[in-house]
């Protein structure tokens, strides 16, 4: 018997892959001689760097880069060395849990350090990169991230502008003759699952602007700063088109990435599945088992676990999953390709306790086995009928 276990993070209790050995465990203790094959999942946002990175014989790299307020913090991304990939979290750099709840403003806010990343992973020998662009505190069009890569976005006085979507209110000309010369042997598989264009009532200021401190005045300044911003990368680069779905993404950043780089914006799950060869893994096995912390109806319309379910089907796979909660919605899970659902709560608890690192490993590895347990009563009785 082979199961393949691709388990989205339990935030704040387990990572995909420890999900995936604890409830590994379980199935072990059910069948001794299963063979259980745990791969890591993630859907381009946030613990996609450590699903991937511990998944894929990766290393993590740690560097002080230009944070969005403007001050130095500490970035964590990955290197997959046998491909020379760089996995970045765009959060980690420019991220909206990085600014304090009184210094929210996208006027002022960078995606510098982005950039910054990115030149170090290039320093290393990077030439590709999966980059997710979820969580951003930014509104510059990803222009910080373009000038710390070497592009000159200038005033009238021939001075780079200012940090922020502030900074846009200058901006006269784009230079490009101090771009870093590898940029151009890079390819960026850009994780991106909203489909918001650059400007207007459904782009990036007003739409995202307000959770990261905009008023609607400043979102008005920010998308005719923005709308200029994409008037004269078009003068320069003709693929360059604010209206394209995705745009908008991240304060702009899916824009800059389409324009100034060689770049796809794709699904955060199936650049996921592809760069871990999941596939492969689900036509031998005869059990898939997938997962998240909360399973929802938010799950049901794509996220990673359903995107598991969808690829298993296509082989005829069995699918279970396993939550720490499961909301009346998760019954839609079952129409997408999940055939049964089990929360691993096992008793009336605190949430605090039941997030607790050991508490969760142990609710799933024993809801797993029991799981298991009638999966093994079930193909036993058909062989014997």
């Known amino acids: 018997m082979k199961v393949v276990t691709a388990i989205d993070s339990f935030k704040g209790s ?5 999900a995936g050995y604890a409830a590994g465990a379980g199935i072990q203790r059910a069948d001794a001689s299963a063979e259980v094959v745990v791969r890591p999942l993630a859907d381009g946002g946030e613990g996609t760097v450590e699903a991937l990175v511990c998944g894929m014989n990766g290393i993590l790299q740690t560097v002080v880069v230009t944070g969005p307020c403007g001050t130095p913090v500490s970035c964590q991304y990955g290197i997959i060395q046998e491909t020379k990939t760089a996995v970045v979290e765009m959060s980690g750099a420019a991220g909206i849990t990085l600014v304090p709840e009184d210094k929210k403003n996208p006027m002022h806010t960078t995606t510098y350090g982005v950039g910054e990343v990115i030149r170090d992973a290039i320093s290393k020998g990077c030439r590709r990169f999966i980059v997710g662009i979820g969580g ?15 592009y000159g976005f200038l005033n009238a006085e021939g001075k780079q502008i200012a940090y922020g979507a502030k900074g846009l209110e200058e901006l006269a000309r784009i230079t490009e003759e101090y771009v870093l010369p590898e940029l151009a042997e890079c390819e960026f598989r850009v994780a991106c699952d909203v489909t918001n264009i650059l400007c207007g009532e459904h782009g990036c200021s007003a739409v995202y602007g307000p959770q990261k401190g905009a008023t609607p005045s400043m979102i008005l300044q920010m998308d005719k700063w923005l709308a200029h911003y994409a008037e004269l990368a078009r003068e320069k680069y003709p693929k360059a088109n604010p209206n394209q779905a ?5 304060g702009g950043m899916g824009f800059a990435f389409l324009t100034f780089t060689n770049a796809k914006l794709e699904s955060g799950i199936k650049i996921v599945l ?3 060869r999941l596939e492969k893994y689900i036509q031998e096995a005869d059990l898939v088992i997938t997962g998240e912390g909360r399973l929802d109806g938010q799950t049901a319309m794509g996220k990673a676990p359903v ?13 279970i999953a396993f939550a720490g909660s499961v909301t009346k919605e998760a019954v839609e899970c079952n129409a997408q390709g999940i055939d049964a659902f089990f929360p691993i709560l096992r008793g009336i608890t605190t949430l605090e306790e039941a997030m607790k690192p050991e508490i969760a490993k142990e609710n799933l590895s024993n809801t797993a086995e029991q799981a298991f347990r009638v999966w093994i009563a079930s193909a036993n009785a058909m062989i014997k009928n």
């Open 307 to 319: 995107g598991v379910a969808q690829l298993a089907k296509k082989y005829g796979k069995p699918v």
């Open 136 to 150: 951003s505190a930014t509104n510059d069009g990803g222009v910080g991230m373009l000038q710390a890569l070497g």
């Open 274 to 276: 592809e760069e871990t």
């Open 246 to 250: 995705g745009t908008g993404a991240a």
């Open 14 to 18: 387990m990572t995909s892959v420890e």
